[in-house]
């Protein structure tokens, strides 16, 4: 089998004596050892096996060997949230008085996490803007340890050059870490383009639907042993049930993201010069500031459409309460279609001015399309548009 969407389908562990057609689940916190010798082999790490849930377990080791699959890595570990990802890929491979370049434009907790959290340790970080590549190699400094970055960006879909990246880091010799949740290694895999680390949200798009929490790091094996030690002796494990899910989620991420993308691209195009609107952003527009780079590093624009209506803050909350299909969550990539005012919630801990370095106006308003018919989403944003007009 060449293609690895089929390979993703097909992956199964060994079967029990049932002859089980699709994986079970092994809701067991423990697994128990043939013999004495056995068990310490195991801990002695000079045989692979389950030990505890809290370390491996079937279900989640499916979950991840698939991940790896689709983003051509070499290992991974599963976490219970993306956060929790997030943190640890952070905390097993840096230490005090380290250095990290970011993209300043970065989901909330990640900001969070840069300027409140890692800070108390001695690890600094500098931001650098996603539309002045050419000032990020005059931000790298002597204790630079890590490149974080998010491409997409949430909300403001800023994308970064990965080939150009991919190449700086080398040249400096850095560890590139790739937050990849809003295109999926479906439409874009960044280890193809140097990156050491990709990080997801599985709570997004790759579960699909709404139903479970569930991080992931995959990447270069040596700093996946690290980021392995690091969880297991942390406790942020992802549970086999959500490892379940998760992985039969894979088995439909294709199809899923094939709609995302289509549907989104329509809504973005009928949008695209709103009368209500100041602007739209969606990668694949052909507005998008970052058109063409889209188009060179993603197979598609992926399923967030953002744009800024007229009014600012107040006529943002009113246009929202005036949906009557989309749910007002801060969540996306389910398969019913969500919507987000980033100002008030995914990115109210910023301050005014942090927002409005990264882009993040009061009138902006997040689109994640689900799968419903296009037709009946465009439908009722225009209506609520048109109702709250000033």
């Known amino acids: 089998m060449e293609n690895n969407e089929t390979k993703v389908i097909r992956t199964h562990p060994n079967r029990s004596e049932f002859r089980e057609h699709s994986t079970p689940l092994y809701l067991t916190s ?13 801990f002695a790490d000079e045989l692979e096996g389950n030990i505890y849930s809290r370390f491996s377990n079937p279900n989640t080791s499916e979950f991840i060997d698939k991940m790896c699959l689709l983003e051509g890595a070499e ?16 905390g097993a491979i840096l230490q005090s008085g380290d250095h990290i370049l970011a993209s300043r434009s970065v989901f909330g907790s990640s900001h969070q996490l840069l300027t409140k959290v890692l800070s108390k340790w001695g690890i600094t970080h500098t931001y650098a803007d996603a539309a002045r590549p050419e000032e990020w190699e005059a931000l790298i400094q002597p204790n630079t340890k890590l490149i974080f970055i998010e491409t997409p960006s949430n909300p403001q879909l800023e994308l970064i050059d990965l080939e150009w990246l991919g190449n700086l880091k080398k040249k400096h010799n850095l560890i590139l ?4 949740c809003f295109a999926t290694p479906y439409l874009q895999t ?3 383009y140097g ?10 798009f790759i579960d699909g639907q709404g139903r479970v929490l569930g991080g992931i790091i995959v990447g270069r094996q040596d700093l996946i042993d690290e980021i392995r030690f690091f969880a297991r002796h942390t406790g942020p494990a992802l549970s086999p049930f959500n490892a379940w899910i998760l992985s039969k989620s894979l088995e439909t991420l294709p199809v899923r993201m094939d709609r995302h993308c289509q549907s989104a691209l329509t809504l973005a195009e009928f949008l695209d010069n709103h009368p209500e609107l100041e602007s739209v952003l969606y990668p694949f527009l052909p507005s998008h500031p970052q058109y063409e780079l889209a188009k060179k590093q993603m197979k598609q624009g992926g399923g967030i459409v953002t744009f800024v209506v007229k009014g600012g ?7 929202m309460d005036a949906l009557q299909i989309a749910s007002k969550t801060a969540n996306l990539g389910d398969t019913r279609t969500t919507v987000t005012h980033p100002a008030s919630t995914t990115h109210s801990k910023l301050t005014e001015s942090e927002r409005t370095a990264v882009g993040i106006s009061d009138g902006l308003i997040r689109i994640s399309v689900g799968l419903e018919n296009v037709n009946d ?8 548009l048109v109702a709250t007009k000033a």
């Not at 290992?75 to 952070?90: K, L, P, Q, R, W």
């Not at 870490?177 to 990849?180: A, H, I, P, T």
């Open 30 to 42: 423990s697994f128990t050892f043939e013999t004495a010798e056995q068990g310490r082999a195991l």
């Open 75 to 90: 290992d991974g570990f599963a976490f219970a949230t993306g956060m929790a990802a997030v943190f640890s890929g952070f």
């Open 177 to 180: 870490s790739v937050d990849n």
């Open 190 to 192: 960044p280890i193809s």
């Open 195 to 204: 990156a050491d680390l990709v990080i997801h949200s599985a709570t997004k």
């Open 313 to 319: 803050y107040a006529r943002a909350h009113q246009f």
């Open 377 to 384: 989403l465009i439908a009722d944003i225009d209506q609520a």
